[in-house]
């Protein structure tokens, strides 16, 4: 936890920080302004465009935002970091170049909120390991969105292994500019998870799943090609008649900064295509004229995406003559005509996006789910979602649930434990089908088991032990409790011992629960880490302990 006192100096960081990016911006936004303009000149634009660039013809369709205007700072950022790994028991190592342990040392005393503390005992300790924390935040990031970093002990150390071990938190900074740049762009600490059911890891390497926060949004422009107050008022006044009020701003003749609106938070991208596709001006003439473009391209090019998007940017107008192709022939026109619907805010595309997600020869079935999940209102969406958690192709039951969780729908019956990974339990009953039951673990963004089919059971007459023979599971034949074991890393004679009902969702919470001292303080647990828990499960399921699927999420893709 951090101490109150650091909230302070956060906001003291983020007050530096912020003149610092408005410098860093400006500096950027001239360079893009005079790459842009090397740009023009090398396909000169016509004399009356210059002048009036609502005179772009567009193939008599009129100027859209694209046509006058870049979109500008719209990438994941990589960033860097440099922190203490602790609670590794032994494997950690007493190195650290002489720099990183400056860096260190200050930001450790920035940190502590007056308590007292040996630095040079705690980075020397070989409980703790030095890493380099690296992540990539994503493409028009808000303030505190969460994203996955890895981390790697350096190397010419000692450590041998990150695995059960906890990032102290850290300061990211931009990568390009680290060592350099004193503003924090993002946090990260947390639990560090170490792919075990991996039979190659390099223990000296993990993730912190979701456990970069970004400490202020980025900022998104649009740069005018031919710098003009009016146009970019213009500009400004088109996109916020369309997507709401105070999106966006002209802070300049040749700048315009964007705002996400609440409704795009997870289609960023969607947004700004939009927005690159809105029109600067209308007549009704116009506007049948682009809808019939717009059609053209959804129907018969081959840049359907193209026609989509222009048609939900003209927005309700294109309803009448789009509905026709909800019975097209062609399975993408159909999807993307449902979709363009509903996001129009029609409902009789909710049944045709339904047919699609349901229909198993369709190659658009997850599409489908996620256009419900996002399109459609709450009391439409998740209804249809949760039927889809029985399905027989594991990736629809996992986008329906990936879903749910995205909108904490209540059909899931889920809880934290021991505040490092969720639980979930979806029973036969909200839809998780009759057939073999199914264990997903994530593995990146957050850490969450999902047991598929729940109730599931483990069986009797079983003996388990992990490799390194710190855990234990018992089951003796008829009985009806499991005996649960953890030896102590340092100290083997050291032993905790716990009993578990044979469901599974008991055993996972009694491994993974903090130790307790007395009942008042909850459920006495082993306290076994999510990285262990997830190769012991696949452990039961391999050894038949347990009959399931066993399915591993993808891992945290960390562009650098």
Known sequence: MKPACEKTRHKSIRAQGTSCLCIYTAVLLCCCVVF?????????????????????????LGATVSSVAEVFAFDAVPVKGYALVGGLEGTGSTECPPQIRSYLEKYILQHLGGAKVNIDELIRSPDTAVVAVEGAMPPGASQNERFDVSITALSGTQTTSLKDGSLYGCDLYEARQFGSSIYTLATAEGPVFVDLINPDVDMRTGYILGGGVVTEGLKINL?????????????????????????????????????????????????????RATYLADTPEL?????????????????????????????????????????????EVRFRTARCMLNLGDKRATEALWSIATDKASAFRIDAINAIALGAAAADGAPL????????????????????????????????????????????????????????????????????????????????????????????????????????????????????????????????????SSPEKGAPGLGVSYSSLVALLKQMVDSGAVVAEFQPGPLPIIKK
Do not use: W
């Not at 023009?40 to 567009?58: G, I, M, V, Y």
């Not at 100290?491 to 009902?501: A, F, G, M, T, Y």
């Open 36 to 60: 842009i303009a090397a740009g023009c000149a090398a396909r000169p634009a016509s004399k009356a465009t210059e002048k009036n660039p609502l005179a772009a013809d567009n193939n008599g």
């Open 223 to 275: 740069i005018i090609r031919h710098p003009d107050y009016r146009l970019a008022n213009l500009i400004g006044n088109r996109i916020n008649e369309k997507f709401g009020s105070s999106i966006a701003t002209a802070l300049a003749p040749g700048t315009i900064e964007l705002q996400v609106p609440a409704k795009y938070s997870n289609q960023k991208y969607k947004f700004l295509q939009l927005v």
């Open 287 to 331: 506007i049948q004229k682009r809808i019939q473009a717009g059609i053209q391209k959804l129907a018969s090019s081959g840049d359907k995406n193209a026609g989509e998007i222009t048609l939900e940017a003209i927005g309700n107008a294109v309803l009448p003559k789009l509905a026709v192709f909800l019975n097209s022939t062609d399975p």
């Open 385 to 516: 979602l949760r039927t889809l958690l029985g399905d027989d192709n594991s990736q629809i039951r996992l986008a329906a649930y990936e879903n749910l969780v995205r909108t904490k729908d209540p059909s899931l019956n889920t809880k934290m434990i021991a505040g490092n990974f969720y639980l979930d339990q979806i029973s036969t009953q909200a839809g998780a089908g009759p057939g073999k039951p199914v264990i997903f673990v994530s593995r990146r963004n957050q850490a969450r088991v999902a047991l598929f089919g729940a109730p599931i059971r483990c069986r009797n007459n079983v003996f388990i032990e992990t490799p390194d023979g710190s855990i234990t599971i018992n089951v003796p034949a008829n009985e009806q409790n499991a005996t649960l074991i953890r030896k102590h890393p340092k100290h083997p004679n050291s032993i905790i011992q716990l009993k578990s009902s044979l469901d599974l969702a008991d055993i996972i919470q009694t491994l993974c629960s903090e130790p307790v």
